[in-house]
T-cell receptor, first 116, second 117 residues
Framework: AQSVAQPEDQVNVAEGNPLTVKCTYS??????LFWYVQYPNRGLQFLLK??????LVKGSYGFEAEFNKSQTSFHLKKPSALVSDSALYFC??????????????FGQGTTLQVKP | DVKVTQSSRYLVKRTGEKVFLECVQDMDHENMFWYRQDPGLGLRLIYFSYDVKMKEKGDIPEGYSVSREKKERFSLILESASTNQTSMYLCASSPLLGTSSGANVLTFGAGSRLTVL
């Protein structure tokens, strides 16, 4: 079965420190991978995606993610965290066989807390 | 700026009531989706639509139906609301794959938080 796992419910980091939010996936073939962020009382916002090409993908707000095929991972990273990065982060993979719809399967979400 | 608008941010309904959640997008997207968000469970797909009057079940369609009479509007219907349908409901849209560089990206509305008493 196709799936996405975010092993940490919450990640705590001090402002200015690097942050990593972990994501692993299980899908046959080449995956299309995504990260979204949700601020309180808001919908999800797209951060970045990996379709093909370089394993390091750069996205919005200084975030980047590294695709690792051998470890089936797509961890989200940022070199220096900001308090304003505190939010709920979702990893997602495009469902294989979803035709033209591009349906996504989402992980359970990781709450990032950045403390001053 | 691209936009997905969900008409109700907060709703409180009683068990057994019929509930309509409306979603409108102004991006001429073919695909529209309804997800349900619950803590610890992430987002789960209820229904999606890839064209007017076309719909397909997602992972948790039980207790829900949808309507897409116009391209820009996708409605989620709870025929008889139950307390276990208390949740945050998120609508999203995307263009058909292959039609643009953003074709893999879903644009989400702000969400509708439904409480069923």
């Amino acid at each position: 079965a196709q799936s996405v796992a975010q092993p940490e419910d919450q990640v705590n980091v001090a402002e200015g420190n690097p942050l990593t939010v972990k994501c692993t996936y299980s899908v046959s073939g080449n995956p299309y991978l995504f990260w979204y962020v949700q601020y309180p009382n808001r919908g999800l916002q797209f951060l970045l995606k990996y379709i093909t090409g370089d394993n390091l993908v750069k996205g919005s707000y200084g975030f980047e993610a590294e695709f690792n095929k051998s470890q089936t991972s797509f961890h989200l990273k940022k070199p220096s965290a900001l308090v304003s990065d505190s939010a709920l982060y979702f990893c997602a993979v495009r469902e294989r066989g979803s035709g033209n719809t591009g349906k996504l399967i989402f992980g359970q979400g990781t709450t990032l807390q950045v403390k001053p | 700026d691209v936009k997905v608008t969900q008409s109700s941010r907060y709703l409180v309904k009683r068990t057994g009531e019929k509930v309509f959640l409306e979603c409108v997008q102004d991006m001429d997207h073919e695909n529209m989706f309804w997800y349900r968000q619950d803590p610890g469970l992430g987002l789960r797909l209820i229904y999606f639509s890839y064209d007017v009057k076309m719909k397909e079940k997602g992972d948790i369609p039980e207790g829900y139906s949808v309507s897409r009479e116009k391209k820009e509007r996708f409605s989620l219907i709870l025929e008889s609301a139950s307390t276990n349908q208390t949740s945050m409901y998120l609508c999203a849209s995307s263009p058909l794959l292959g039609t643009s560089s953003g074709a893999n990206v879903l644009t989400f509305g702000a969400g509708s938080r439904l409480t069923v008493l």
